[in-house]
């Protein structure tokens, strides 16, 4: 038998072409949980980008909630709760729940398995910080739209939404994924139905990941 190490890309690419393009991200969790796999993505630690942007803010969570799209791991979740906020991290893979309450069992957030394109009554609007990192990305172009209108759907009135992700550069090709990078012009995408934008600025090897990163801010008027 071959023990091969499992590979996300490999995963990635057979999901897709089965038209499953969400159905690879469970089936890395549940790898990495029996050590078959590594989760690319797993930093150890919250977003450095989330944790620079919150000092500068001097975010403070008291008497509000957060919540997280794709929450992986719960690394992000994890420090929004610490700053006070009534943290939901969701993810649609439950091996990425349950890995997340594994790491975290005494954890106030409150995680669950949920579908950005099918949410929860209840959710829509409903949340004064939402932050999502690289899960956009992650999906391919074609849903792009989507994914950006169900981000933007959870934010409260007066909220606010912060948006990680890999920049497209002008060498790269657009098509090429996962990651399917966000250009300039995407990020427009997520000022709409009343959200405005509140600044984008783009930082070379935020993460140790090789493209240069947006963070791009919102607020719903
Ligand atoms: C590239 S990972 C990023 C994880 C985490 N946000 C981070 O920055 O490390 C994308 C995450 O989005 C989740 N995801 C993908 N499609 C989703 C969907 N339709 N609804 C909810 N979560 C989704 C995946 O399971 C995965 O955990």
Partial sequence: MSSRPISANGLAADAIAAGEPTAWFDTLYSAA?????????DRHAPHPLLVQWAA???LDGSARNAIVVGCGLGEDAEFLASLGFATTGFDIAPAAVAAARDRFPSSPVSYDVADLFDLPDGWAGAYSLVFESLTVQSLPRTLRMRAIAAVRSLVAPAGRLLVVSGALGDGDDPDEGPPWLLSRAELDE??????????IDCVPGADGGG?????AAYVRG
Avoid: I, K, Y
């Fill in 33 to 41: 949980a029996r050590d078959e796999a590594q989760v690319p993505w």
């Fill in 190 to 199: 997520f000022a709409a139905d009343g959200l405005v934008s509140t600044g």
């Fill in 211 to 215: 493209s240069h990163r947006w963070l």
């Fill in 56 to 58: 500068e803010h001097a």
